[in-house]
């Protein structure tokens, strides 16, 4: 009887692979086969570039075929090996902020606005509405997120997935966090160039043993740097919130903030503004209000350029004190927590009003010419 290739797949099909327990041939790694006259060759296709049974599978491809057909038939057999993947492709390819749902940066146009404070009472407010929330502290060069959670004297655990290391988030309020301050001494002033701050973020996001979680907040620097366009090439952001006090100043620097997220090249959605420092309240006078940076500046920034106000924010002791003793006035119920929770109602509606109208970011890409 002629020799088909039917015939070459009935016989390897008795060679079964060791790792996988399944026959070579219904794993798919038999392609190519060519059949001519006491000559018959095709292609091991392996499943991985290291794989350890590599050579006694082709080993037994030739004798099996040998012992059925006759030693006069040559087997040639041709190896292909899937090209093996870096260190960093790897991490990018398992680290499980590929499960998160929606990224979400939180930004603003210039430092002192408390852009962190409303990042984690946000992140902490969205919690309790039963989501699953992580944060990054991406201000590598002013961690504060693990003194406003209370946890600076945590060491994120270093766990191994597929043999790929990763660091397990600390986790607190129902917030898994991540912060360069973890890593570094509190007391002496970080000193890094650009790109060992860049690397750094990586590191942060694509290492972070996250898990699937609904939001990943993001805490930018304040300003436009290599953080911000990392952050842009290294993940699809959702969208950004931008934070800022209801001062001219600061809104002139939040303009520039939102034209950075939405110009073309990076074509982020703003979910909104969120006005902080709204006003001064005296925790005994709770009616009464002193619009100490000025009055609805961000309220009416969010009309002229046609984007949300997630919530006003006021100043009031309480939430400094709390972000100074790591405990988010986000967690407790009154004034404060019904602000923030409003605001994270506000927030989470945004976000899937967008995911419905919107298609998906995509991460930029810088094409050298």
Same mark, same amino acid.
């Given at each position: 009887m002629p020799t088909t290739e039917q015939t070459i797949s009935t016989i390897l099909a008795d060679i079964k692979h060791p790792e996988y327990g399944k026959d070579i041939v219904s794993l798919g790694m038999i392609k190519e086969v060519v059949?001519?006259?006491?000559?018959?060759?095709?292609?091991?296709?392996?499943?991985? +570039?290291?794989?350890?049974?590599?050579?006694?599978?082709?080993?037994?491809?030739?004798?099996?075929?040998?012992?059925?057909? $006759?030693?006069?038939?040559?087997?040639?057999?041709?190896?292909?090996?899937?090209?093996?993947? +870096?260190?960093?492709?790897?991490?990018k390819a398992q680290a499980s902020v590929s499960k998160v749902k929606n990224i979400i940066a939180i930004a603003s146009g210039k430092g002192g606005v408390g852009k962190s404070t409303v990042a984690v009472n946000l992140a902490v407010a969205v919690a309790k509405?039963?989501?699953?929330?992580?944060?990054?502290?991406?201000?590598?060069? $002013? %961690? +504060?997120?693990?003194?406003?959670?209370?946890?600076?004297?945590?060491?994120? /655990? @270093?766990?191994?997935?597929?043999?790929?290391?990763?660091?397990?988030?600390?986790?607190?309020?129902?917030?898994?966090?991540?912060?360069v301050g973890y890593f570094v001494n509190p007391s002496e002033a970080l000193v890094w160039r650009g790109p060992m701050a860049t690397n750094a973020l990586r590191q942060l996001i694509h290492q972070g043993a996250w898990g699937e979680l609904d939001f990943l907040f993001i805490d930018l620097p304040p300003g436009t740097s290599?953080?911000?366009?990392?952050?842009?090439?290294?993940?699809?952001?959702?969208?950004?919130?931008? @934070?800022?006090? %209801?001062?001219? @100043?600061?809104?002139?620097?939040?303009?520039?903030?939102?034209?950075?997220f939405t110009g073309k090249s990076v074509n982020v959605p703003v979910l909104g503004l969120?006005?902080?420092?709204?006003?001064?309240? %005296? /925790? /005994?006078?709770p009616d009464n209000r002193y619009y100490i940076f000025g009055k609805d500046g961000c309220k009416k920034l969010a009309e002229r350029m046609r984007l949300p106000l997630l919530g006003q924010i006021p100043i009031v002791q309480s939430i400094r004190e709390g972000g100074d003793i790591?405990? %988010?006035?986000?967690? @407790?119920? $009154?004034?404060? $927590?019904?602000?923030?929770?409003?605001?994270?109602?506000?927030?989470?509606? /945004?976000?899937?009003?967008?995911?419905?109208?919107?298609?998906?970011t995509k991460k930029v890409e810088i094409k050298h010419k």
């Open positions: 059949i001519g006259e006491n000559q018959v060759s095709f292609t091991l296709s392996l499943l991985k +570039s290291n794989d350890p049974f590599a050579s006694s599978i082709k080993k037994a491809c030739v004798k099996a075929l040998h012992n059925k057909l $006759g030693d006069q038939m040559a087997v040639d057999i041709r190896m292909d090996v899937p090209p093996t993947q +870096s260190k960093k492709a790897q991490y509405t039963g989501a699953s929330v992580g944060l990054i502290d991406a201000d590598i060069f $002013g %961690p +504060s997120i693990p003194k406003m959670l209370g946890t600076e004297d945590s060491r994120p /655990e @270093v766990i191994k997935e597929d043999d790929i290391e990763l660091i397990k988030p600390v986790e607190r309020y129902g917030v898994k966090h991540l912060s290599d953080i911000h366009l990392t952050l842009v090439q290294e993940v699809a952001l959702t969208g950004v919130v931008i @934070v800022s006090t %209801p001062q001219d @100043v600061a809104l002139a620097d939040a303009i520039k903030g939102i034209s950075m969120v006005e902080n420092m709204a006003w001064f309240t %005296p /925790e /005994e006078l790591g405990a %988010p006035v986000a967690f @407790v119920d $009154g004034v404060l $927590g019904s602000a923030f929770s409003e605001l994270a109602s506000r927030f989470i509606a /945004e976000v899937a009003k967008r995911n419905a109208q919107v298609p998906p």
